[in-house]
């Protein structure tokens, strides 16, 4: 298969001889992938949902100093428990995570629609996040569970449309539940959707029993690495919450920021020392020897960070620069998740003939160039322009980038590691978002700043507080100018993180990735 080629310890460091990688038979595997898709549904949709019902949810609730923390909880929540589950599944196998995962989320759900003030909604947020980071890593492992590797490219491209698709209606539902409902339904809306999801599991997915523990202990109990555990959910929440809140609830140089930071600094150390003497740690070494699984992390660091520019800030540009309505620019933002899975599922016909790190590097150099052309297009343009930027090029750059990587980093580990390898990968990506919005967000307030003669922590150097004072097409000029200037610089640095994965893929990624046999 090209550059696909199989494992005979090009990596140095584990036997090529894979484990019986355990799943249902084919007479329930469409049972288990309906399931699947359902608990993945759940995810996307609860990442946005509630944007749209902000307004309704205050006015019930108050606490409107606190509600951006009903987005950066959930985010926090899923993101430092992704490599805690990940471990977890290769340890007790994929179903009874799973089936934790969504029953804490159902659980959040139903408390979250029962909550009494802000500030229990928060804190009922953070528990569907603790139940999100299961379903979000265990399924991905699942479906390369469930498939062998010619066959992976498709249960992801179904995977990557119900997220797109979800994502997409995630606002308009919302928004239509706040109006003509009532708020408290966005969360009920999870229980039978995730009750069907729950019962399939249960009743399709069987697994063998383990008979000794990953790491080949002797047929010992496997030890939980509850320390280290602990130390990575506090860690990447310091680190994490000083990302999200600086700038916002303070600036950056401020005591509470550097207090944040150096805690992190801390606790990072005190995870190095905890994983390195745990018998089964959290986050084994080998996910960052291994040249094949550290490029893709950090190549999927990077596609984190740039995917903050199409995703925050081109409504943005739509709504403020081309004059277009909410609608108009959301579906200029939306194409690009459309082309997006249809790149990722043609995606094994390129990689198969030139292999998986050639292929992911076609796909980002491309959206390198893509990022970096949008500055020079017309200005204020057309709406067609950014939407052909997004809809038939961008996207499926990225489609052609981001599902090799996945499906070649879950090809060259068996199945005892598979849940690992995933959960880092997922992880990464996911802090990478946290680091791009809180980098381009200083950049665009540091831009209409310079550009409106106001200070990074006035309404006029503020991003959201310029845009969200202005009507679509009203905008005065020099207010134009400046948002266009800003989301301009924002794209820049998205091209500066296109090209950092591709030098990542090109210097430190093998050219054929050690692929084991199914």
């Not at 539940?177 to 999801?197: C, E, K």
Request: with cysteine; glycine share 12%.
């Amino acid at each position: 298969m090209g550059g696909v080629g199989s494992a005979d310890g090009a990596d140095g460091t584990r036997s090529v001889v894979d484990e019986a990688a355990p799943g249902p038979g084919p007479d329930r595997r469409g049972a288990v992938v309906a399931a699947l898709m359902l608990a993945m549904a759940l995810a996307a949709l609860d990442a946005t949902i509630v944007s749209t019902a902000v307004p309704q949810i205050v006015g019930d609730l108050g606490g409107f100093s606190l509600f951006s923390w009903l987005f950066s909880g959930y985010l926090l929540a899923v993101t430092v428990t992704l490599p805690v589950y990940g471990k977890l599944s290769d340890t007790f196998g994929r179903k009874p995570v799973l089936v934790v995962g969504a029953a804490l989320f159902l659980l959040g759900s139903l408390l979250c629609a029962l909550a009494w003030n802000m500030a229990a909604l928060i804190a009922f947020r953070v528990l569907q996040g603790l139940g999100g980071g299961a379903l979000q890593g265990t399924v991905q492992t699942l479906a390369a569970d469930l498939y062998p590797l010619e066959e992976r490219p498709r249960i992801q491209a179904r995977l990557s449309t119900v997220w797109a698709v979800s994502a997409i209606a995630g606002p308009g539902l919302g928004g239509v539940l706040a109006a003509y409902a009532d708020w408290r339904w966005i969360f009920l809306i999870n229980l039978p959707v995730g009750a069907l999801a729950l019962w399939l599991i249960v009743r399709h997915l069987h697994e063998p029993p383990r008979e000794k523990s990953p790491r080949g202990t002797g047929g010992t109990r496997p030890r939980i690495d509850w320390a280290g555990a602990l130390a990575v959910f506090a860690c990447g929440g310091v680190l994490l919450t000083a990302l999200v809140q600086g700038g916002v609830a303070w600036p950056w140089l401020s005591a509470p920021s550097l207090a944040l930071f150096a805690a992190g600094l801390v606790l990072l150390a005190a995870v190095v020392v905890i994983e390195r003497r745990a018998a089964e740690p959290i986050i084994p070494g080998w996910v960052w020897r291994r040249r094949t699984i550290a490029a893709v992390n950090l190549a999927l660091g990077a596609l984190g960070v740039l995917m903050v520019a199409p995703t925050v800030f081109l409504p943005t540009y739509a709504q403020s620069v081309l004059g277009l309505a909410p609608v108009a620019a959301g579906f200029v933002l939306s194409v690009w998740t459309l082309s997006w899975p249809v790149s990722a599922a043609l995606s094994q016909h390129v990689y198969r003939r030139i292999g998986f790190r050639d292929t992911a590097m076609l796909g980002i150099g491309t959206a390198a160039l893509l990022l970096f052309a949008f500055p020079f297009l017309p200005y204020p343009g057309q709406a067609w322009q950014p939407a052909l930027l997004m809809l038939l090029l961008l996207g499926g750059a990225l489609g052609l980038f981001q599902l090799p990587l996945i499906v070649g980093v879950q090809s060259t580990v068996g199945w005892s590691e598979r849940g690992t390898a995933t959960a880092s990968v997922l992880f990464c990506r996911q802090t990478g978002q946290t680091v791009g919005a809180a980098a381009f967000g200083a950049i665009a307030n540091g831009v209409l700043a310079a550009r409106l003669g106001g200070t990074g922590g006035t309404a006029a150097g503020d991003l959201d507080s310029v845009t969200r004072a202005l009507d679509p097409g009203t905008a005065g000029e020099p207010v134009r100018r400046a948002v266009a200037d800003a989301v301009h610089a924002v794209y820049l640095g998205a091209a500066g993180a296109a090209a950092l994965a591709f030098l990542v893929l090109l210097l430190v990624a093998p050219r054929r990735f050690p692929v084991l046999p199914d």
